[in-house]
């Protein structure tokens, strides 16, 4: 019954895979201007200059007075009831359509032209669906669940506390257009674009440069396919299929006419179809039909029209860097960075992410504002000779990440709890230590772990003895939140954590 899985990215060195468990993401930062950035971006567009008057009123003109009519001979009183009427409808239409102008995103190259489904002259409303209530619900007794239950009404807003991990991977293709959409529609304040590069080195949106096997419909399309590094050899049923499928196996225009899938691949499939059909049942291939693979820049541009902020991450090339012999890693690091400034975005709002603590450090020396708020990503727990519970093993140690100029820690979840002598969940010494070093601490994955009735797997693994139901993760979110005092967490299904942040004023 073990067929296949996810893709294992416990990131760091993403091409572990973990039967049926999930991979792992990152995280970023939050402070919390949500709902400023889209009003902001609201009242330019208001400022826009509108052009459809000019051919809007004579057409009004000529059906609201009609000329020469002796059958109907109007007078001068009822003439200036038809333009009060006329000048009326027309401000009615024109507030109609200035409205429609100041609420369509100003996302170039729109391909579905239907401003995302959003319709409304507030900014984006946040929607958060039934998830999180449902989840509530689900809690164990005991006053936060009373306090929650509370908050089940709204009003509900956008929070950089909550952050898109790829989107909203838990039933959308994760790094597609309509994840990202879906993640911002749930109110995260932030949202990923992990980052890796094509053979004609233009930077687009997967989580590894390595998995279009497993997240996009590229087995299906034998002219693609063809081109992949490792090409497909099906299970023989004793042999596991093998395949490797990279972005710099292709060109940007051939990436492009690719479409995501979930992520998942069945191991022992002995056909292609049986390969890609294994997506868990605790997600959906409801999303999956037509998902819309973006690059890096068009990323950027879509995060600008749904206003929400950015947090990149430069993804471990798997060729050999320099790639072709001429592009250097500094190179990539610098082109990411690159095409958020072309792109006139503020470093402000770009958490750029790296678990390559030599990116990080080249962002803090190159592009100093960009790097005062990169996130490095703390994958250093794959690593036999670190200890978790023991300081003297973190090399550097929290200390000497300040120093080097880094503000941001992003390790997994279960590197920030532990449990008390009375199983209570607690912060543990890594997030006692680099929050006494002055770090701020963003954290990864919340609903990527499946049902937790079992103790949830890898995100929940210092504190699986207290974990039996999928409530527990509301439980779990309260202790990052307040007594570990993280800025923010990435989530599959950013609803969950949006609703607990407003619920707490995050
Ligand atoms: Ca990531
Ligand atoms: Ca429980």
């Not at 100041?102 to 190259?109: C, D, H, K, T």
């Not at 999180?132 to 007794?141: A, G, N, S, Y």
């Not at 990411?336 to 958490?351: L, P, R, T």
């Not at 450090?361 to 000779?385: K, S, T």
Request: proline content about 6%; some cysteine; glycine content about 6%.
């Amino acid at each position: 019954m073990l067929f296949g899985g996810v893709r294992g990215d416990h990131e760091p060195y993403a091409d572990s895979i973990l039967l049926f468990s999930l991979a792992v993401p990152c995280p970023d930062k939050a402070t919390s201007i949500p709902f400023a950035a889209s009003t902001r971006s609201l009242s330019r567009r208001r400022n826009q200059p509108f052009t459809g008057l000019k051919s809007l009123s004579p057409m009004l003109k000529e059906k609201s007075f009609p000329t020469g009519s002796k059958s109907h001979p109007v007078t001068r009183k009822e003439n200036v009831m038809k333009h009060r009427h006329a000048i009326i409808i027309l401000a009615a239409v024109l507030t109609v359509l200035v409205s429609a102008a100041a609420v369509v995103p100003a996302e170039a190259g729109d391909p579905k032209g239907n401003a995302f489904g959003w319709n409304n002259t507030q900014g984006h409303s946040v929607q958060l669906g039934p998830r999180p209530f449902f989840l509530v619900q689900d809690m164990d007794e005991g006053p936060l669940k009373e306090t929650l239950k509370q908050c089940t009404e709204g009003p509900f807003k956008r929070t950089d506390f909550s952050i898109g991990h790829r989107g909203a991977g838990l039933q959308f293709p994760e790094h597609t257009r309509e994840s990202y959409v879906a993640a911002a529609r749930m109110g995260a304040g932030i949202v990923e674009c992990d980052v890796t590069f094509t053979s004609d080195r233009e930077l687009v949106c997967r989580h590894s440069q390595c998995d279009l096997h497993t997240t996009t419909n590229i087995l299906a399309i034998p002219e693609l396919a063809a081109k992949c590094s490792v090409p497909f050899t099906p299970s023989d049923g004793t042999t596991p299929a093998s395949v490797e499928c990279c972005t710099s196996d292709l060109t940007l225009e051939e990436f492009k006419s690719l479409k995501g899938k979930m992520d998942a691949y069945n191991e022992w499939g002995t056909t292609v179809e049986e390969y890609m059909d294994a997506t868990p049942n605790y997600r959906t291939d409801l999303y999956s039909t037509d998902g819309t693979l973006m690059t890096h820049a068009e990323s950027i541009n879509l995060f600008k029209s749904l206003g929400v902020k950015f947090t990149p991450e430069l993804k471990s090339p798997s060729v050999a860097m320099p790639y072709e012999d001429d592009y250097t890693q500094e190179e990539y690091a610098q082109q990411m960075i690159d095409e958020y400034k072309m792109a006139g975005v503020s470093a402000k709002k770009v958490y750029a992410q790296s678990f390559n603590l030599y990116d990080v450090e080249y962002w803090i020396h190159a592009e100093p504002e960009f790097g005062a708020q990169a996130v490095f990503l703390d994958g250093r727990y794959e690593d036999p000779a670190f200890d978790q519970t023991d300081p003297t093993t973190w090399d550097p140690s929290m200390d000497e990440l300040v120093d080097k100029g880094v503000n941001i820690i992003a390790p997994p979840m279960n590197l920030l709890l532990n449990l008390d002598d009375n199983d209570q969940i607690v912060p543990s010494v890594y997030a006692v230590d680099a929050r006494a070093a002055g770090l701020d601490i963003i954290t990864w994955t919340l609903e990527r772990s499946g049902f937790l009735k079992s103790g949830g797997e890898f995100y929940y693994e210092s504190i699986t003895d207290v974990i039996d139901n999928d409530g527990d993760m509301l439980t779990v979110l309260d202790v990052l939140a307040q007594d570990v005092g993280i800025i923010g967490i990435f989530s599959d299904w950013p609803a969950t954590v949006t609703f607990y942040a407003n619920c707490m004023g995050l």
